[in-house]
T-cell receptor, first 114, second 112 residues
Framework: AQSVTQLDSQVPVFEEAPVELRCNYS??????LFWYVQYPNQGLQLLLK??????LVKGINGFEAEFNKSQTSFHLRKPSVHISDTAEYFC????????????FGTGTRLTVIP | KAGVTQTPRYLIKTRGQQVTLSCSPI?????VSWYQQTPGQGLQFLFE???????NKGNFPGRFSGRQFSNSRSEMNVSTLELGDSALYLC???????????FGPGTRLTVL
């Protein structure tokens, strides 16, 4: 079985400050890892993904994430946030056992304060 | 390339009715997955279709069903609607198994 834990349900941060959104996962098989963002009344937009190779992954809008296998973590970071980054962020895993479905965390609501 | 499209965007139904939601994947994508998003349960996998065959199914009752057509378009159907079926239903397409999934804007279903 697999599970995804997003440790913070809400993260307020001032504009231009750095932010880290935490994600830990549990799986008995190898996984791919993803971060998606959801703006109000919209679907999910892919921010970045880790499939293999370099553990530091760069995504859109200045976001990056680091895969840490020993700590089973995939934390999302941005050095300087903007008002437009206010949204819900979801960490997800996909197992490499042929099942093409994503398991999502409960989401982290990022609020950027002017 | 056009993204994933879902119709309708909003639906209001009453208990006991049935509903059909439609999803058109990105051109060339053959895999379509459906997810339910609610405030209480979060994002949950419903089922996945690949080349007109259901390959994988989540833990939902038989009232939830789906199908995929030869052009990869997919529909999901919910029969005998319950209040708890009120949710945002998201469709995602990918080019194949374990490939990145791209999501549509969702259909917001409200059951009264």
């Amino acid at each position: 079985a697999q599970s995804v834990t997003q440790l913070d349900s809400q993260v307020p941060v001032f504009e231009e400050a750095p932010v880290e959104l935490r994600c830990n996962y549990s799986s008995s098989v190898s996984v791919y890892l993803f971060w998606y963002v959801q703006y109000p009344n919209q679907g999910l937009q892919l921010l970045l993904k880790y499939l293999s190779g370099s553990t530091l992954v760069k995504g859109i809008n200045g976001f990056e994430a680091e895969f840490n296998k020993s700590q089973t973590s995939f934390h999302l970071r941005k050095p300087s946030v903007h008002i437009s980054d206010t949204a819900e962020y979801f960490c997800a895993v996909m197992t490499l056992n042929g099942a093409n479905n994503l398991f999502f965390g409960t989401g982290t609501r990022l609020t950027v304060i002017p | 390339k056009a993204g994933v499209t879902q119709t309708p965007r909003y639906l209001i139904k009453t208990r006991g009715q049935q509903v059909t939601l439609s999803c058109s994947p990105i051109s060339g994508h053959r895999s379509v997955s459906w997810y339910q998003q609610t405030p209480g349960q979060g994002l949950q996998f419903l089922f996945e279709y690949f080349s007109e065959t259901q390959r994988n199914k989540g833990n939902f009752p038989g009232r939830f069903s789906g199908r995929q057509f030869s052009n990869s378009r997919s529909e999901m159907n919910v029969s005998t609607l319950e209040l708890g079926d009120s949710a945002l239903y998201l469709c995602a397409s990918s080019s194949g198994p374990t490939d990145t999934q791209y999501f549509g804007p969702g259909t917001r279903l409200t059951v009264l």
